[in-house]
């Protein structure tokens, strides 16, 4: 009698566990996303010139309850555009500047982190990025998520035209 209450007990907790991970987008993720464009390391090779801009800014998103979550201590990136971060960044993102839910992204190309800058965000959520050659740029800035339980971050996006090595400066707000 006690090893079957024991059984539906389990059963049971199993049960709730896999509703809430189905809940989560832990179980229930969308197909792979098939890219169809390759990699090319030249029409990304800007990137490593030297300019005369900066592209700095800050970045934060709001919780509902109006507390600021800033991007502190985290990793921004300055990525070219391309055709294949073109392809990436919208099966990521969409037309919107915070990353989609549950989207199954296969793994870059190895080569294509060569073709980003990176910096870690100031106690204020605040990046810079010195010596920015003109062209279009995607700025991801990663949002420190307070958890627990697990090291959690939320990446936000904006597109950045530069042009006549005129510096520019973001507010990157998540939303």
């Known amino acids: 009698m006690a090893g079957r209450v024991f059984l539906r007990v389990l059963a049971r907790g199993v049960a ?6 189905a809940g989560s987008g832990c179980v229930a993720m969308r197909p792979p996303v098939k890219l169809t464009t390759p990699f090319d390391a030249q029409a990304a090779s800007f990137i490593h010139a030297s300019g005369r801009t900066k592209v700095s800014g800050q970045a934060f998103v709001r919780e509902n309850s109006g507390k600021l979550l800033r991007a502190v201590g985290t990793d921004a990136v300055l990525i070219p555009k391309t055709a294949y971060a073109d ?42 990025f010195d010596n920015v050659a003109d062209g279009q740029y995607y700025v991801v800035a990663m949002i420190h998520l307070p958890s627990k339980v697990s090291f959690l971050q939320f990446p936000i996006l904006e597109r950045v035209n530069v042009v006549g090595g005129k510096s520019v400066r973001l507010v990157m707000r998540g939303y």
């Open 87 to 128: 392809e990436r960044i919208a099966a990521l993102y969409g037309d919107q500047n915070r990353l989609r839910y549950g989207v199954n992204m296969p793994k870059p190309d190895p080569l294509y982190e060569q073709y980003m800058r990176r910096t870690v965000a100031s106690s204020g959520g605040s990046f810079s």
């Open 16 to 21: 709730i566990f896999i509703f809430v991970l």
